[in-house]
């Protein structure tokens, strides 16, 4: 299936891997980039050698194109976007901010850059910018999310640029892609169905809440703080939501107890202190299984669905 999207970075199928704090780690990007999609690395809020070891495994471990996702929150945001131009990246994605100021430079280091956005007139400035694609990520997403969902904001953006867009949020089977196609979509962003992958390396506690859950289990938390972030439901997340609506947590109380509650989640299973973040399509998804095997599964079955 050949789109922009896949002229543009160089892989055979048009499926990014959603660039998750703490998960994204070499052995997923590598895997899903070996697999034909773009795998990537998130920087999160990582220390620049952590970062700069995983691209480099990752390269060693595969020779099709990958990249890095930024998270602009990070303090070390700036070190970070040079690294990605040190190390000679192929991609870069940005979230939770407006990545305009490195967008020149990365250009100019041939790097193709695809900003993660929640709205019509991000995706704009995104695209004056000099952005070669956009992800518009709707509110089914995991993690930190915007207000609209998939279905409206997909079209919108579409209508609103000339450069390709990826869809991203609610998207786990060859329906939602070949959905996201009828939208205008030239590729998906996925981030939850590899969650449940064999080269995720997530705590097993975590795999097995994303293939326990059901169409309900997922929560959005901490949109009183201005960071509203989607998780698996669990007694933590049930807490953090209940402070929040009954006031017995103040915004500030929330922040500090969801500090590393991430990095908790994923390295230790921590079901009292962590955050599982997963995207609403959670419950869809039941079986773990390598990222070969889940690509060449989705693009089976959108490629079935666009041929009807
Ligand atoms: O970034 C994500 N998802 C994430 S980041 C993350 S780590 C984190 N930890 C603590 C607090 C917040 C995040 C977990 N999940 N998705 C992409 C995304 N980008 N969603 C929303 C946005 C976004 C929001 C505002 C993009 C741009 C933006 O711009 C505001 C501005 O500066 O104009």
């Known amino acids: 299936m050949k789109t922009r999207i896949t002229e543009l970075l160089g892989c055979k199928y048009p499926i990014i891997q959603g660039g998750m704090a703490w998960v994204s780690e070499h052995n997923l990007a590598s895997a899903v980039s070996n697999a034909g999609g773009i795998g990537l690395i998130a920087g999160g809020s990582a220390p620049i050698d952590y970062l700069r070891d995983q691209i480099r495994k990752c390269k060693e471990k595969t020779d099709k194109p990958f990249g890095v996702n930024i998270m ?19 991609v870069v994605t940005t979230g939770a901010g407006n990545p305009g100021k490195y967008i020149p430079a990365w250009k100019e ?8 956005i929640p709205s019509v007139a991000l995706a704009k400035r995104m695209e004056r910018a000099g952005a070669d694609a956009v992800v518009a990520e709707g ?21 609103a640029l000339e450069i390709p867009v990826i869809a991203a949020g609610g998207i786990a089977d060859g ?3 070949a959905a996201s196609f009828m939208f205008g979509a030239e590729g998906v962003q996925i981030g939850t169905r590899f969650l449940a ?20 289990d997922s929560v959005v938390t901490g949109r009183y703080t201005g960071h509203p972030c989607r998780n698996v439901k669990t007694k933590f997340s049930k807490k953090l939501a209940n402070g929040e609506k009954d006031g017995s947590l103040t915004p500030e109380q929330f922040e500090e ?20 973040l997963c995207g609403a399509i959670a419950g ?25």
């Open 72 to 90: 602009l929150m990070s303090p070390n945001a700036d070190d970070l976007a040079q690294l990605c131009i040190d190390e000679k990246v192929a």
């Open 109 to 116: 280091a041939g790097i193709k850059v695809i900003p993660v």
């Open 139 to 159: 509110t089914e997403s995991g993690g930190h999310i915007g207000e609209n969902t998939t279905m409206c904001l997909v079209p919108q953006v579409v209508d």
């Open 175 to 177: 329906r939602g892609i």
């Open 197 to 216: 992958s064999e080269e995720c390396q997530i705590h097993q506690t975590y795999k097995d809440l994303i293939i326990k859950a059901k169409d309900t």
């Open 257 to 276: 107890i969801t500090l590393g509650s991430l990095r908790k989640a994923v390295q230790d299973g921590n079901l009292d202190e962590g955050s599982f």
């Open 284 to 308: 869809m998804i039941n079986e773990i299984k390598p990222c070969d095997a889940i690509v060449k599964e989705l693009m089976e079955q959108a490629e079935k669905l666009l041929n009807r």
